[in-house]
T-cell receptor
Framework: GAGVSQSPSNKVTEKGKDVELRCDPISGHTALYWYRQSLGQGLEFLIYFQGNSAPDKSGLPSDRFSAERTGGSVSTLTIQRTQQEDSAVYLC???????????FGPGTRLTVT | GQNIDQPTEMTATEGAIVQINCTYQTSGFNGLFWYQQHAGEAPTFLSYNVLDGLEEKGRFSSFLSRSKGYSYLLLKELQMKDSASYLCAVRARNAGNMLTFGGGTRLMVKP
């Protein structure tokens, strides 16, 4: 079946604008994760969903970041009033259950100018 | 919290064997994963260890020692396409079974 998909693949935005990143997990996967990867760095965990619930939001870098998931499927990560330090690749992953192997999407490369 | 260390960069020769080490400190350890990530691409799953010992999968093997907080990824018969970053990730019950990733080891395979 189809893997994890993310859109857009690339996004260039001006500082101060809001952006919305979308993730479509593998069908039937109950767990969904958002990570951020800055150039040459490791993966920084942001938030995960079990179904539509996000039990722990402490990984979000600031209150400008929010995420939601509806219908146990698609998730959106929203960044308000973007800053240059938000520039990174945002990766989404999904797994059958919270403790299972994670499958990653291709990522969204966000550039804030 | 969790602490995961792995070398930043390694270089090896085509056809050789390379070992990438990962040390970790965590409570509630519940498994260690290795992922491969080519430049500009998403990470892909390589291996999973939860018990001590060696797991072999083709040219790749992964070893775990829980008492030492240590794992390694062994790549045999290196090919140019193995040039990539290798990410070590630890899952911990105390962290809701979430994965915490190390910074990754960038492996360069030279002819």
């Amino acid at each position: 079946g189809a893997g994890v998909s993310q859109s857009p693949s690339n996004k260039v935005t001006e500082k101060g604008k809001d952006v919305e990143l979308r993730c479509d997990p593998i069908s039937g996967h109950t767990a969904l994760y958002w990570y951020r990867q800055s150039l040459g760095q490791g993966l920084e965990f942001l938030i995960y969903f079990q179904g539509n619930s996000a039990p722990d939001k402490s990984g979000l870098p600031s209150d400008r970041f929010s995420a939601e998931r509806t219908g146990g499927s698609v998730s959106t990560l929203t960044i308000q009033r973007t800053q240059q330090e938000d520039s990174a690749v945002y990766l989404c992953a999904s797994s059958e259950y919270i403790s299972y192997e994670q499958y990653f999407g291709p990522g969204t490369r966000l550039t804030v100018t | 919290g969790q602490n995961i260390d792995q070398p930043t960069e390694m270089t090896a020769t085509e056809g050789a064997i390379v070992q990438i080490n990962c040390t970790y400190q965590t409570s509630g350890f519940n498994g260690l994963f290795w992922y491969q990530q080519h430049a500009g691409e998403a990470p892909t799953f390589l291996s999973y260890n939860v018990l001590d010992g060696l797991e072999e999968k083709g040219r790749f093997s992964s070893f775990l020692s829980r008492s030492k907080g240590y794992s390694y990824l062994l790549l045999k018969e290196l090919q140019m396409k193995d040039s990539a970053s290798y990410l070590c990730a630890v899952r911990a019950r105390n962290a809701g079974n979430m994965l915490t990733f190390g910074g990754g080891t960038r492996l360069m395979v030279k002819p």
